[in-house]
């Protein structure tokens, strides 16, 4: 599922704070059931690092959510973005990356570095005001 962007927000996610503002008002205006769950999605990016669009990649369960980099690097294929931004959610409201979330961001990067296409940042978020960056914490 591909999001409609407003003019504001593709110049908007130029650092974390500003994709984890986006991506929780993303996930608030969501059912409360859905909000319950483990959402992962990706941020196209063009050559000024403008968002190009934002895709839910997995809408998963309570903790987990199935993640492929076929999926993930998709859409980046087809609308020839030169890097992407991950962002997934913690329903939990605690933003601690597991050792899963960092084997995966790994796999992703590689894969990116595969195809040209740069992975910028992981960004996972709350429901809540927490968010963290895995490259401001140096874990890609």
């Keep these: 599922m591909e999001v409609k962007l407003r003019r504001t927000i593709k110049k908007a ?5 500003a994709v984890a ?3 929780r008002a ?3 205006a969501e059912c409360e059931v859905d909000q319950a769950k483990e959402h992962f999605w990706v941020l196209g990016l063009n050559t000024r690092n403008n968002v190009q669009y934002i895709e839910l990649v997995s809408l998963g369960t309570l903790n987990a959510s199935l993640v492929h980099p076929r999926e993930v690097f998709r859409f980046a294929i087809i609308k020839a973005v030169s890097g992407i931004i991950l962002a997934h959610n913690h329903p939990s409201g605690m933003v601690d990356p ?4 960092v084997a995966l961001t790994r796999r992703l ?3 990116g570095r595969l195809l040209g296409i740069g992975v910028l940042d992981h960004v996972i978020v709350s429901i ?3 968010f963290i960056s895995f490259k401001e914490r140096g874990l890609m």
């Design 128 to 130: 809540t005001e927490m």
């Design 21 to 23: 503002e986006v991506m």
């Design 109 to 111: 990067c590689d894969a």
């Design 26 to 28: 993303i996930l608030t």
């Design 13 to 17: 996610c130029d650092n974390p704070q």
């Design 98 to 101: 597991s050792d899963d979330d």
